[in-house]
């Protein structure tokens, strides 16, 4: 079992975006829409990440997993890093959600009606994605 097939089986969400590719929803926390995506290497590697900020330590205890569960056996990794993990393409499908969550508080808020514990709480948490996508981005 590949490092991908194994961490997808493990989080539930999953959406494949592109070939090696895909989103699904944290399981660090109790995530509606997929904020987190994994992309998988040539030679078999698996990178993760949050744009919530979550780390990719804390996403694999919540399901079972270790570091040395993102690597293939005996994989002989011989390209360098690479800059860009993640397709823009993935950020903005994440980054698009969490707008529509802005968007939905700010016409409550326009219109005179108070936002409620949960809507603020959800506003936050948006809010913590939509700076965590810019943080991963580069900005």
């Given at each position: ?35 987190g ?24 205890a ?13 994989a ?64």
């Amino acid at each position: 079992m590949t490092p991908a097939e194994k961490f997808l089986s493990l989080v539930d969400g999953v959406k494949q975006t592109g070939a090696g590719r895909w989103i699904f929803r944290v399981p660090t926390r109790k995530d509606k829409r997929p904020s987190g995506s994994a992309r998988e290497l040539d030679d078999g590697r698996l990178l993760i990440h949050d744009f919530a900020g979550d780390s990719v330590a804390d996403i694999l205890a919540a399901v079972g997993l270790e570091m040395t569960d993102l690597f293939p056996e005996r994989a002989e990794i011989r390209k360098p890093g690479e800059r860009r993990p993640f397709a823009a393409s993935d950020a903005l499908r994440c980054v698009a959600f969490e707008c529509l969550v802005v968007a939905a508080s700010a016409s409550s808020l326009a219109s005179g009606q108070p936002l409620g514990s949960v809507d603020r709480e959800r506003l936050l948490v948006a809010a913590e994605r939509i700076r965590g996508a810019a943080n991963g981005a580069g900005l």
